[in-house]
């Protein structure tokens, strides 16, 4: 199946899109290297104003809640809405959803007001927004289930695509599941790997625009998870090398290598 993604890796470093990310504190820094690495272009935003022109020129917007504030969510918003009416794509991560009330209602928030492409998160944020029984442990998921079910019924609730990461990835729309088998452990190891790929998907997102975006989403986790393990190949000591040498990976890894090793295959229809 993988064979369908190849091309999207190049599309991104050919046309290196805006990005514009509203993230939290802790995965600032490794956000915009991570996008940098890949070959596109990061801009962070913190205020409502210039979030929402900065959504009119961007070829993606990123919202994530992880260390929400009360005039950030304003922020969120005003982004999300002016990417709508700009017709670029909105991926939301719903970082600690189910951790607090006061995350989950931002969320919830957030979904009623803007119209969102992807939802990505772990499985206990996924299964929080969608009301599914899993478990949280501060912004990390505990649960252990049935994460393909999680991710069609969550697709299927919020009628969006939903990407929920894990020892697998399952990606999933109302109609189509697909599942990327690569990535590393190691991954659980660094602060905010969930949250840089969501601003990855958002990049192969913008570069892709004229693709079915179940299959860009599929070729961004997939991309990623192989890199880890192109990191993991050079031997880390630990996870301060691993997060060095995965940034190069990002950098590094061509079209080719990558569709030799990813591992995608079709999880049914929902
Ligand atoms: N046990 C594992 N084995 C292989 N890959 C994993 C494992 N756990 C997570 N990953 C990978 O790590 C990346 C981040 O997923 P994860 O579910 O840990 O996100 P997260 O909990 O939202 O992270 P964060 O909050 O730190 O940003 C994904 O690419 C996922 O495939
Ligand atoms: C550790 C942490 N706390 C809030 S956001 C964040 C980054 C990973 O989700």
């Avoid at 899109?17 to 070959?39: C, D, K, R, S, Y």
């Avoid at 994530?64 to 005039?71: C, F, R, S, V, Y």
């Avoid at 399952?170 to 452990?185: A, D, K, Q, Y």
Wanted: glycine share 10%.
């Amino acid at each position: 199946m993988i064979e369908q993604l190849k091309g999207m890796l190049d599309q991104v470093r050919e046309k290196q899109p805006l990005i514009m990310n509203i993230t939290n504190q802790v995965v600032i820094q490794q956000t915009a290297n991570g996008l940098l690495a890949l070959g596109a272009s990061p801009v962070m935003s913190s205020h409502p104003e210039d979030a929402r022109e900065l959504a009119q020129v961007a070829g993606g917007v990123l919202l994530n809640i992880g260390t929400l504030q009360e005039a950030q969510l304003e922020t969120l918003l005003e982004a999300g809405k002016s990417a709508n009416k700009a017709g670029i794509p909105v991926v939301l991560d719903p970082v600690g959803a189910g951790a607090t009330s006061y995350r989950t209602n931002a969320v919830n928030k957030i979904l009623s007001e803007v119209k969102i492409s992807v939802l990505r998160g772990n499985g206990g944020e996924i299964a929080a927004v969608t009301n599914q029984h899993w478990g949280m442990k501060g912004v990390d998921s505990v649960g252990q289930g049935d994460v393909v079910q999680l991710a069609k019924n969550a697709a299927k609730q919020l009628d969006m695509i939903v990407v929920v990461t894990g020892e697998k990835d399952v990606i999933s729309s109302p109609s189509r599941t697909l599942i990327t088998e690569n990535g590393t452990e190691m991954l659980t190891r660094i602060t905010g790997a969930g949250c840089v790929l969501g601003s990855v998907i958002t990049a192969f997102l913008a570069a892709n625009r004229e693709s079915d975006p179940i299959e860009v989403c599929t070729a961004a986790a997939s991309f990623y998870s192989v890199a880890a393990e192109k990191a993991m190949e050079r031997k880390p000591k630990g996870p301060g090398d691993f997060e060095f040498y995965f940034r190069d990976a990002l950098y590094e890894l061509s079209e080719a290598e990558w569709i030799k090793q990813g591992i995608v295959t079709e999880g049914g229809t929902v």
